[in-house]
């Protein structure tokens, strides 16, 4: 957890407007400032999985908020990665979709080739 006067940093280094607490902009700071102090907890606290789970729960909340702020304003993105020292999924490491499609199509067929071979010997 954060105590508030590093909560009240974060906000005001990162914060759009005046009363600005909930961009998604301070909130991947305030997230990624959790999950630093997270991390380092468990370097020592290696079987506290309570932890960890919390740990991927906000790791997966900053991933989605992440992807919105890419999709929405992709130069506020660009800047608060490098700022935030965040990397980025490269893109050949995600699934497309008609590669996912046509790996599906493969299968089948190959599915229905064995139940045809299976049929010529009964």
Same mark, same amino acid.
């Given at each position: 957890m954060?105590?508030?006067?590093?909560?009240d940093?974060?906000i005001?280094?990162?914060? *759009?407007?005046?009363?600005?607490?909930?961009?998604?902009?301070v909130?991947?700071?305030?997230?990624?400032?959790?999950?630093?102090?997270?991390?380092?907890h468990?370097k020592?606290?290696?079987?506290?999985?309570?932890?960890?789970?919390g740990l *991927?729960?906000?790791?997966?909340?900053?991933?989605?908020?992440?992807?919105?702020l890419?999709?929405?304003?992709?130069?506020?993105?660009e800047?608060?990665?490098?700022?935030?020292? *965040?990397?980025k999924?490269?893109?050949?490491?995600?699934?497309?979709?008609?590669?996912?499609?046509?790996?599906?199509?493969?299968?089948?067929?190959?599915?229905?080739?064995?139940?045809k071979?299976k049929?010529?010997?009964?």
């Amino acid at each position: 957890m954060l105590d508030k006067k590093k909560k009240d940093r974060i906000i005001e280094k990162y914060k *759009i407007h005046k009363n600005d607490t909930g961009s998604p902009e301070v909130q991947i700071a305030l997230l990624s400032a959790e999950i630093k102090e997270l991390t380092d907890h468990l370097k020592t606290h290696k079987k506290d999985y309570s932890s960890r789970r919390g740990l *991927i729960k906000k790791v997966s909340q900053r991933r989605k908020l992440l992807h919105y702020l890419q999709r929405e304003d992709s130069d506020s993105y660009e800047k608060l990665t490098r700022q935030l020292r *965040i990397r980025k999924r490269s893109e050949d490491t995600l699934a497309k979709e008609d590669e996912v499609a046509a790996a599906a199509a493969d299968r089948e067929s190959a599915e229905e080739e064995k139940g045809k071979s299976k049929e010529k010997k009964a």
